[in-house]
């Protein structure tokens, strides 16, 4: 269930502050606003139910309002490390997954330090 929405002209982004603590997004392509000229985006996880998201006018932000917080949200490019065995996928500015191949295992880490990328 979608409890707010917000569009971005200049990214042309429709995103949806979802119930569930994820942001919805769409991005429309040329043409009208059928349902078959808006591609769906990746959601974004984060914790509680939004009761606002907004974007910036003047920058690419997009700010989500849950009834404890507000959060502000930058675009900014997955960093990623891949060796024969193992990867290292930057998920978040706080989150790193770390998949090994022999074994197989996933190793999920999440810190309160600011992640600049992977190497």
């Given amino acids: ?10 990214k042309r982004i429709l995103a949806g502050g979802l119930v569930n ?6 991005q429309h392509r040329a043409g009208s606003f059928l349902q078959e000229h808006w591609i769906v985006l990746p ?9 606002q998201i907004q974007w910036s006018p003047a920058h690419s932000l997009l700010a989500a309002n849950n009834i404890s917080d507000v959060m502000i949200l930058n675009e900014q ?19 790193v997954q770390l998949e090994t191949l022999d074994p ?11 992640i600049r990328g992977v190497c």
Avoid at 45 to 50: C, I, Q, V
Avoid at 104 to 114: A, E, F, Q
């Fill in 77 to 95: 490019p997955i960093s990623t490390s891949i060796s024969v065995q193992s990867a290292v996928v930057q998920i978040s500015p706080y989150h």
């Fill in 43 to 51: 959601t974004i996880d984060l914790s509680d139910s939004f009761i």
């Fill in 1 to 10: 269930q979608i409890n707010c929405l917000s569009y971005s002209p200049g």
């Fill in 21 to 26: 603590g994820k942001i919805a997004m769409w």
């Fill in 104 to 114: 197989p295992n996933i190793l999920s880490i999440r810190t309160d330090i600011h």
